[in-house]
């Protein structure tokens, strides 16, 4: 299993963006190889329908695509023991709250973080393994 953060779910949804082609090549093999979907905490829902809306879907689209995010991932709820872990490392590095509740999880789980968000790779690296797409 992977931990999926907005990033990688936005470009994956969304034919046009730039890294739709790796993030749907990512998703096959980590299908092939692990034969279970990826993992999100409950935030990627909000998260990904912002992502969504960025990139220019219509709303009235974005239900059916949170649909189709639901059949491709185990959702993980936020609770206050994840929250705190992500506050915690909120505190102790340069990262964004929402960004780190995904790190938190990935470290609770024990599993690595799929990202195309380098500020988020940097912040995560030494706690969980990350799998930063994107990279040059």
Do not use: K, W
């Amino acid at each position: 299993m992977t931990v999926a953060d907005a990033s990688f779910l936005t470009s994956l949804f969304i034919p046009g963006d730039a890294n739709h082609l790796e993030a749907r090549s990512f998703l096959t093999e980590h299908a092939r190889r692990e034969g279970v979907g990826l993992a999100i905490p409950t935030i990627a829902i909000a998260e990904a329908a912002s992502g969504f809306r960025q990139q220019g879907v219509p709303a009235d689209r974005i239900p059916a695509m949170l649909r189709r995010l639901r059949q491709a991932t185990i959702y993980h709820p936020v609770d206050l023991p994840l929250a705190l872990r992500a506050a915690n490392i909120t505190a102790e590095r340069t990262i964004r709250g929402c960004d780190a509740v995904y790190v938190a999880l990935a470290e609770r789980l024990g599993e690595p973080l799929v990202t195309f968000d380098r500020q988020q790779a940097r912040a995560a690296d030494g706690l969980v393994q990350v799998q930063e797409l994107g990279a040059e």
